[in-house]
């Protein structure tokens, strides 16, 4: 038996390190630890972290070459709620953001004002208080993660994914994971596991009895709901890419291999889609009318660009960066895949793949349109200027380095959150008042706020977009019906298809995380299953004080809804 810390893969202030100091060991291909977290996403590293200040180790993968999920290999900028800077999230999520901060003060030319600003938004995009370059979200995640890794409480596999699982009876035993460009395989061995994959993947892997796609309203008695349940019916992902634009350059290639598909494709959704998916009028996503933000890049840009804009020239110092419109990231309703899901019943791996390829070809006909045929405010068609930066990514093609995934598989947890515990129009209909809250949860182990957002589906949904109420996260909904030592650790705890829309963006995916990290390190010290805790109110007491005395925050102010 040889004792040993491990890290495969590489990654940004984590640098490979082995000595006799480390308290995670293997023998062969096996590593044991305190708790395996499979996925290195937003809820991941949350998950991780937790349970590392808790003293415990843990082997953490993730599939890609960066941690962080969202945040960086899915390059999507925070999506949050408008009190974010003061309440409404745990403290170690805002020690993240002002750890993102930190690195733009202390290594970028910011402007004197810019650099002085209590709220620094880099990038100035209006769908975040915080838009940033997903590497400097990388560089404050292992930063966080680095002292833990050096003392070998920490290991980390990057590019490493689940391929099956040991399971005896309630207990999952091990998870096999494999290495994607070797396929070397290495057993993990822990009490817990937790599910922090952007798939669900662990779940079908060990048996955990689970949900995919779209409820019933039968099934739910949600108003939102459908009339038949749908498990293809799954939000649409998106290829995200950063561009920049560089007046009076040329940067179009070849189109793509599917351009002319893309270029004509139009969704047939209910309700319908104005027109063509490329095209600048495309569906409100809460008045379902046709609407146009418009796309100008040039000088501060406007519409489109502002959206989620990454760098904003006017923030750093003159002749930091080309021309004068900075780099946005393009996650926009005109590169939403709706041809099919990538998971669920015959759903193959070749079925998968072929729609993330898809996925791809749908945002590089995305492009290769913006630089071509995109109508201009001046009258004329495309923005030859437009580039690729593959730089702010991580990757050659320019595309993210994995899709942005909105919804999986979820748990059938001892509680399912519906629309009727948080959407305002449904709590106002059953309370019959208009002054309503979220439904209270004397469980909470979270917070957050966001709307019920749900993009185009699979199934030929429209956007589904309604107001919610600052929520809850309720322990129930982290415990599996069955099995006793493997929690979710992101959007895969039990809620609905209608309800994930408010649960699955990223501070709220940290909360879950943490409380799953949290809550496996509490069982090991308590030597009591997470069912037990959940069931006893003294036990849930004793857990939700440890979570208070860590800056998680269990309950809302008094705030209006979403």
Known sequence: MKRRRFLAGGGVGLAAFSGPRAWAWTAGNEIHSDVVVIGGGTGGCAAALAALRHGRTVVMTEPTRWIGGQLTAQAVPPDEHPWIEQFGANASYRALRKAIRDIYRRDYPLTTQARNALFLNPGGGNVSRLCHEPAVALAALCAMLAPYASNGHLILLLEHEPTAADVVGDRVRSVTVAHRPSQHARTLVAPYFLDATELGDLLPLAGVEHVVGAESHDQTGEP???????????QAITACFAIEYIDGQDHVG??????????????????????????????DPISKKPVSRGLD????????WVYRRIIDPRNFEPGSYPGSSGATLVNWPQNDYLLGPLVGPGITQETA????????????????????ECPRPDGKTGWKGLKLRNDLVGTDDGLAMAVYIRESRRIAAEFTITERHVGLEARRAELKKDDVTAAKFADSVGVGAYRIDLHPSTGGDNYIDIGSLPFQVPLGSLIPRRVENLLPACKNLGTTHISNGCYRLHPVEWAIGEAAGSLAAYCLATHQPPRAVHATPKRLAAFQSMLSSQGVELDWPKVGPR
């Open 224 to 234: 939102h709901a459908p009339h038949q349940p749908g498990p293809l019916n799954q």
């Open 254 to 283: 070849d189109p793509p291999a599917n351009y002319a598909f893309w270029r004509d494709y139009q969704p047939k959704l209910r309700p319908d889609w104005p027109g063509k998916l490329l095209d600048l009028t495309y569906t």
């Open 297 to 304: 890049p040039r000088g501060a840009g406007a519409g489109l």
């Open 353 to 372: 793949a072929n729609h993330l390829a898809q996925a791809r070809q749908l945002s590089l006909s995305l492009l290769h349109w913006l630089q071509t």
